[in-house]
């Protein structure tokens, strides 16, 4: 009881979200591995990565963000790119991953999530997976 009344004054307090909810992100994204990924195989091929360059990862992935962006860059235009593209297995659901929280994900990829505001793309995102374009649902 005691939790539920601790629960009930923090999503009061703010608006009806628990805090975890407020903090939680979602986005879509593209990833590009290359030859400085940590696993460089893509998913959505199987394919060895490791003679990709970070310089061809970087072309190929600027080449996305010029069609995302000559097709109004909406979200429909980035998951199907995404689908189409990435090197992560989230290539199937259009590069969606999900809702998650703080921590769950590497650091330099939640940060350059939090740095674009819902419903627009970021710039080229470096992680140790590789090169990342995101864009952000939540």
Request: net charge positive.
């Amino acid at each position: 009881i005691l939790a539920q009344a601790i629960c009930s004054r923090r999503c009061a307090a703010s608006g009806g979200q628990s805090s975890d909810a407020k903090m939680s992100l979602r986005c879509r994204h593209l990833l590009i591995k290359f030859s400085g990924s940590r696993n460089p195989v893509s998913r959505r091929t199987n394919a060895d990565t490791s003679k990709v360059s970070a310089e061809a990862a970087q072309a190929e992935l600027q080449q996305y963000i010029d069609k995302i962006k000559a097709e109004g860059s909406t979200e429909e235009a980035f998951a199907k790119y995404a689908g189409e593209r990435s090197d992560c297995s989230s290539f199937r659901q259009g590069g969606d991953l999900g809702e998650f929280r703080p921590g769950e994900m590497q650091k330099q990829f939640e940060d350059g999530c939090r740095a674009v505001e819902v419903g627009q793309m970021s710039g080229m995102v470096l992680s140790d997976s590789g090169y990342h374009i995101i864009f952000r649902t939540k």
